[in-house]
């Protein structure tokens, strides 16, 4: 299976992504926690670009989901500012709330919720990609 769609990189446009991921997620055969999982995890991501990846209200933000034995992909591509959140240092979660470093925990939280996490710069474009596997025995809906 594989879908894409694009959107303006606005945060007002986060229902539609919503939709969209609800939509796909199902069709790839994701059950209800990995379903959780993604949405936390590409909202996360679809929400820093847009309050982050532009100076203006004119970028945009394609969305990719593939599934392939058992694999969801999720592939978010931007033309904004390049920006690598996998060279962040990871957050210090042990220490006090009010003595931690502000930011950084978005990708952690990405990080635990997905099998993988890679980031590319290419052709201009941040390409940042998500994947995890779904339970086995799983179909997709028809």
Known sequence: MYTSR??????DELPLVVDYLESAL??????AEECFDLHLAADEIFTNIALYAYDSDDGVMEIAITSDQGLITITL????RPF???????????SDVGERRVGGLGIYLIREVTDSVSYAR????????IKKRIASGQLPST
């Open 6 to 11: 694009t959107f303006g990189a606005k945060i």
């Open 84 to 94: 690598d959140p996998l060279a962040l240092p990871p957050p210090d979660i042990t």
């Open 122 to 129: 290419r052709n201009g474009k941040n390409i940042l990609t």
């Open 77 to 80: 591509t931007d033309s904004g």
């Open 26 to 31: 199902k069709e790839a055969g994701a059950g």
